[in-house]
Nanobody
Framework: QVHLVESGGGSVQAGGSLKLSCVAS????????MGWYRQGSRGEREAVAVIGTGGDFTYYAESVKGRFTISQDNAKNTAYLQMDSLKPEGPVMYFCAVVRGAWSMGRWSCRSEAVFVKYWGQGTQVSDAL
């Protein structure tokens, strides 16, 4: 059974930092892409960052470029999301995911759209410190 377990969420002041971790287990197929997604009060789950496990691909949402960094440790089956200069956005759930790739214009690459997610974690919440 596949498990993606996130940790590292919590309350943070505007401008602060958090580092999320995601440990994967029970995955028997080859994982080529992992990602972080978030879901706010509006209920839409959107991609934050995606990384190719071969180290050849990264994607960041425009809203987080320059502030968030996705990374991985394949030996530990762990993905990370370093979040700096956090903005006050209310409570947001961050989800770790194993993501599929796809061929496009003769080239295979990881995809970021939520419809391409193969496995989801349970999520970890990030909220604004009062």
């Amino acid at each position: 059974q596949v498990h993606l377990v996130e940790s590292g969420g919590g309350s943070v002041q505007a401008g602060g930092s958090l580092k999320l971790s995601c440990v994967a287990s029970g995955i028997t197929d080859i994982v080529k892409c992992m990602g972080w997604y978030r879901q706010g009060s509006r209920g839409e789950r959107e991609a934050v960052a995606v990384i190719g496990t071969g180290g050849d691909f990264t994607y960041y949402a425009e809203s987080v470029k320059g502030r968030f960094t996705i990374s991985q440790d394949n030996a530990k089956n762990t993905a990370y999301l370093q979040m700096d200069s956090l903005k006050p956005e209310g409570p947001v759930m961050y989800f770790c995911a194993v993501v599929r790739g796809a061929w496009s214009m003769g080239r295979w690459s990881c995809r970021s759209e939520a419809v391409f997610v193969k496995y989801w974690g349970q999520g970890t919440q990030v909220s604004d410190a009062l």
